[in-house]
Each structure stands twice: as C-alpha cells, then as structure tokens.
C-alpha cells in the first residue's frame, strides 16, 4: 500500500495543476494496486477442414443414354453396357424396315430414311415379331438446339459457296455438303422459299396455310438439314424471294400489286407496300432464324421493272429505295434480335448502272446498305448487253464479275457503308457464253476477289456445279479433318 502525506498532496497539486480532494484528518488516504491479469496460453489455430473431392465429370455416355430414352418411339429399347450405349427395336406386326427407319432417323447420323431402311434391311433381312433389332448409325452425343449450334461468320467474313433449291436439298444434300467441304467451300445457299412461291419447310405463317405453300414442302426436318452441313463445317444461308410471288398473288389478292382500278395486277408480284405482304415474309425469316439459319439472304427485295402492267408503285424518285429499306429495316430487327446476319441479292445494275434506272428497282446500296450486313449483286457476265465495255459478247468476258464487284464497294464507301461486305454472285452456266468451263470460274473468282469481294457464291439454277469442282481443287484430307 502507498503511503501519502497532505503535503506531498499539495506538492502534486502545484506541480500538475489538478485540484485535489481535502482530505478530512491527519489519517493517510490510500489507493489500490491493479494487478495484472494472467495470460492465458495462445490456442493452437484450427485444424484445416478439408475440402470435398469435386464430383466426377458427367459421364457422356450415360447423358446420351437418358437423352435417347426421352426421344424413344414406340418399341424402342436403350441398351447402355460396358460403356457402349446401343439402340434396339422391338419389331411389332406390320413393321418395316422402311417405317422402323422413319422413326428412328433423328437419332441417327444418316441423313436420309431410306438409306437407313437398307442398312436395317442388311442387318435384319427377316423382320418378326418380337425380335429385337438393332439401330445402326446412332448418333454419338446430343445434338443441340438450332440457337445453340447455329455458326456465326469467320473472322475474314467471307463466306463461298454455291445456291441449291429446296428439290435439290431433298434428294441430294448430304452429297453436295460433302463436295463443298472436300473443295474448301465454307457455305450453301438453300431456298427457304423459292420465287415462286413454294415453301421448302413446314411454314405456320398465315399466309402460307391460307393458301398451302408450304403443303408440299420437300425439306422435311429443316434444322437437321442445317446440322448437318455444321458438321462438316459449312455455313447454311437460307434465301427468302419476297415479292415476287405468283402464288399467294393469285391466291391472297388482297396482297398483290393493284392496277389503278383497285383489281389485283396480273404481274405476279406482290405489294412490296402492303403491310401484310411485309408480314408474311417477316414471319417466314422468324420461322427459318429459330430453325437454325446462320445467314437470312432476302431475293427479289424490290419493285417489278418488266411485265408489271399498269401496277400502282411509287414514283422512281428516291421513294422506292426509302420504301424498301424500311422493310428491309424490319427484317434487319429480327435477325440482329437473334445475331444472324443479313443480306440482299440485288441486281447487277446496282453496282454499274446510272442511279435513275437502280431506282426504279428500290434497290439503291446507298440506301439499302446501312440495314445489312452484305449485299450480292448478281453481275453474271451474260447478263450485260451487247457493247458493255465495247464488248460483242459480254457473257464471253468474266472480268466483268470485277469491275461489278469494284461498283459496288466504291457506292458503298461513297455512303460511309465500307462495314457493309460485298459478296457478288458469279455465274456458274453456259448460258451466253461459249467459254464456261473450270477456267471461267476461276477467272470470275479472280476477278472478285482482286476487286474487294468478301466471298463469293455461284448460280446454277439447275444446280449443276461439274466446273465448279473441276475449276476448285480437293482440299487435303488431314486438313478437312483438322488435324
């Protein structure tokens, strides 16, 4: 205990300046000590907790087995064993080979039904009931959805290729997809709906069942069509003609093009103003966008100039272009909605010929451009006259493709538009020219692409492409394989 006395008080109180308590008697205040506090040991830090294993990767084999089994028809039976998934059906009375091979063709890699009839033929010559025969060509993984496997552009942006028609694509697609692939091309064309009005796939647009353009479509499973040119990696740009439609012309009038009376033009065309008409396409391009399409390429996207009789248009001042591109600008909405590029076939005298005559058409590229992401001019050499460039016969001439090509880049940079590709429709035919061959393709090519062409896409409208492959030569195997 400390011991303090009044006077030490008094001394402290001078020295600090602090006013001290008077202290009541002589007695001696006192104060308490604070003693310190123990410390207890430190305890060891906490034994780690260890961390769970990660789950094991999916089995592949196991996902492919459950998603078969959500898709069987009727008999179908998923064997999945020693790692190896199979497939069996279970042969009922009237079974055949045919009917069994329609059923299971989307859970197999061959394209068409009767190429997989003969192969379950081949391996079950005698169909009884009862037995159980096995589904050959299954497909190795789940295919994904057509949003999920749709391609985008390279990075170069130049798509090659050739157009086919719906008929053609039905008999013979897996074929032409393999010489485009083993030649080094990269895209196809195919009609979504051919000018004249045809649907190629099942169509629900309104339009399209009040008059049945789609009632015969020939491309039965759109997408799996697409998938498989995926897989050979080729790019599927799906052509959509939009006026010019003499079937719903004749048969939806209220949508064709008027004479000044008021009754239905007999020219075959639709209103390219009628909102209507509008529509229809627009809900063909959503339809064909949500099958897969990794490019939409709008054709006959103008006004009629030949056989149009005396059809009430807009004057060919300018209003044409303006009318077309508001339409085009509403395709444009849909396909940037879904990230799929946008193009036009226009004609050749967009890129060449004076601006009075492109506006009759609508079909300005200072105009139409800025709502697209390529143009095609179609500047096949036969298609000029006689005396282009002085020349007797223009088809005979496949620089023309060029200076076609040259055309339209400088229109487009003219309107700020150089984003916009150029990718020109060379002619792939002996029509007006007596010197079609390998050779005249390769010059056509040449032409374009030392002119500022992004790609290129040749026409046969027959779809007959020997000059092609003869003129392209065969890309290496390894290569095609990626390895």
Same mark, same amino acid.
């Given at each position: 205990m400390l011991y303090v006395n009044k006077y030490h008080f008094a001394t402290l109180g001078l020295v600090t300046g602090l006013a001290l308590p008077a202290c009541s008697s002589e007695k001696m205040a006192t104060t308490s000590v604070v003693k310190p506090t123990a410390v207890e040991p430190a305890l060891p830090p906490p034994a780690p907790i260890a961390e769970a294993p990660p789950p094991p990767p999916p089995d592949p084999q196991a996902i492919l087995a459950d998603w078969l089994r959500a898709r069987l028809? &009727?008999?179908?039976?998923?064997?999945?064993?020693?790692?190896?998934? =199979?497939?069996?059906?279970?042969?009922?009375?009237?079974? =055949?080979?045919?009917?069994?091979?329609?059923?299971?063709?989307?859970? =197999?890699?061959?394209?068409?039904?009767?190429?997989?009839?003969?192969?379950?033929?081949?391996?079950?010559?005698?169909?009884?009931?009862?037995?159980?025969? &096995?589904i050959?060509?299954?497909?190795?993984? &789940?295919?994904?959805? &057509?949003?999920?496997?749709r391609l985008g552009w390279p990075p170069e942006r130049a798509l090659r290729g050739v157009f086919v028609t719906g008929g053609f694509a039905a008999m013979y697609w897996p074929e032409t997809i393999d010489k485009l692939a083993t030649h080094g091309l990269n895209a196809i064309v195919v009609d979504g709906k051919d000018y004249g009005g045809a649907l190629?796939?099942?169509s629900h647009a309104k339009v399209a069942i009040e008059t049945g353009a789609g009632a015969r479509a020939p491309i039965s499973d759109f997408s799996r069509a697409i998938r498989f040119a995926h897989e050979r990696g080729v790019h599927v740009i799906v052509r959509v003609p939009c006026f010019h439609d003499p079937w719903a012309a004749a048969k939806a009038t209220r949508l064709a093009l008027k004479n000044p009376d008021g009754t239905p033009s007999d020219s075959g065309w639709l209103n390219p103003s009628n909102p209507e008409a509008q529509n229809y396409i627009l809900e063909i391009v959503t339809e064909l966008v949500a099958l897969g399409a990794d490019e939409l390429q709008l054709d006959y996207v103008r006004f009629p100039v030949q056989d149009m009789g005396n059809a009430v248009m807009p004057p060919a001042d300018g209003h044409r272009s303006q009318a077309m591109r508001a339409f085009v600008a509403?395709?444009?909405?849909?396909?940037q909605a879904a990230n799929v590029p946008l193009s036009l076939d226009t004609f050749g005298i967009t890129a060449t010929g004076a601006i009075s005559d492109v506006e009759k058409l609508g079909q300005n590229l200072s105009v139409l451009g800025s709502a697209t992401e390529a143009v095609s001019p179609m500047i096949y050499p036969s298609h000029y006259a006689k005396g282009f460039h002085g020349w007797d016969e223009p088809g005979d001439h496949p620089e023309i493709i060029g200076i076609g090509t040259r055309g339209a880049v400088e229109r487009l940079k003219a309107a700020n538009l150089e984003s916009t590709v150029v990718r020109p429709w060379l002619q792939a035919?002996?029509?007006? =020219?007596t010197k079609y061959g390998p050779q005249y393709v390769r010059d056509e090519i040449r032409s374009a692409e030392a002119n500022g062409a992004v790609g290129w896409l040749l026409w046969n409208p027959s779809n007959t492409y020997w000059a092609v492959?003869?003129?392209l030569p065969k890309v290496d195997a390894d290569k095609l394989a990626g390895r």
């Amino acid at each position: 205990m400390l011991y303090v006395n009044k006077y030490h008080f008094a001394t402290l109180g001078l020295v600090t300046g602090l006013a001290l308590p008077a202290c009541s008697s002589e007695k001696m205040a006192t104060t308490s000590v604070v003693k310190p506090t123990a410390v207890e040991p430190a305890l060891p830090p906490p034994a780690p907790i260890a961390e769970a294993p990660p789950p094991p990767p999916p089995d592949p084999q196991a996902i492919l087995a459950d998603w078969l089994r959500a898709r069987l028809p &009727p008999g179908g039976r998923v064997v999945a064993e020693d790692g190896k998934v =199979t497939l069996v059906h279970k042969v009922s009375a009237g079974d =055949t080979a045919d009917s069994i091979a329609k059923a299971y063709l989307d859970l =197999t890699d061959v394209y068409r039904a009767r190429d997989l009839a003969a192969l379950i033929a081949k391996a079950a010559p005698a169909l009884t009931a009862g037995a159980e025969v &096995p589904i050959p060509k299954l497909l190795s993984a &789940p295919y994904r959805s &057509p949003e999920q496997d749709r391609l985008g552009w390279p990075p170069e942006r130049a798509l090659r290729g050739v157009f086919v028609t719906g008929g053609f694509a039905a008999m013979y697609w897996p074929e032409t997809i393999d010489k485009l692939a083993t030649h080094g091309l990269n895209a196809i064309v195919v009609d979504g709906k051919d000018y004249g009005g045809a649907l190629e796939y099942k169509s629900h647009a309104k339009v399209a069942i009040e008059t049945g353009a789609g009632a015969r479509a020939p491309i039965s499973d759109f997408s799996r069509a697409i998938r498989f040119a995926h897989e050979r990696g080729v790019h599927v740009i799906v052509r959509v003609p939009c006026f010019h439609d003499p079937w719903a012309a004749a048969k939806a009038t209220r949508l064709a093009l008027k004479n000044p009376d008021g009754t239905p033009s007999d020219s075959g065309w639709l209103n390219p103003s009628n909102p209507e008409a509008q529509n229809y396409i627009l809900e063909i391009v959503t339809e064909l966008v949500a099958l897969g399409a990794d490019e939409l390429q709008l054709d006959y996207v103008r006004f009629p100039v030949q056989d149009m009789g005396n059809a009430v248009m807009p004057p060919a001042d300018g209003h044409r272009s303006q009318a077309m591109r508001a339409f085009v600008a509403r395709v444009h909405e849909v396909t940037q909605a879904a990230n799929v590029p946008l193009s036009l076939d226009t004609f050749g005298i967009t890129a060449t010929g004076a601006i009075s005559d492109v506006e009759k058409l609508g079909q300005n590229l200072s105009v139409l451009g800025s709502a697209t992401e390529a143009v095609s001019p179609m500047i096949y050499p036969s298609h000029y006259a006689k005396g282009f460039h002085g020349w007797d016969e223009p088809g005979d001439h496949p620089e023309i493709i060029g200076i076609g090509t040259r055309g339209a880049v400088e229109r487009l940079k003219a309107a700020n538009l150089e984003s916009t590709v150029v990718r020109p429709w060379l002619q792939a035919s002996e029509y007006k =020219t007596t010197k079609y061959g390998p050779q005249y393709v390769r010059d056509e090519i040449r032409s374009a692409e030392a002119n500022g062409a992004v790609g290129w896409l040749l026409w046969n409208p027959s779809n007959t492409y020997w000059a092609v492959w003869d003129a392209l030569p065969k890309v290496d195997a390894d290569k095609l394989a990626g390895r």
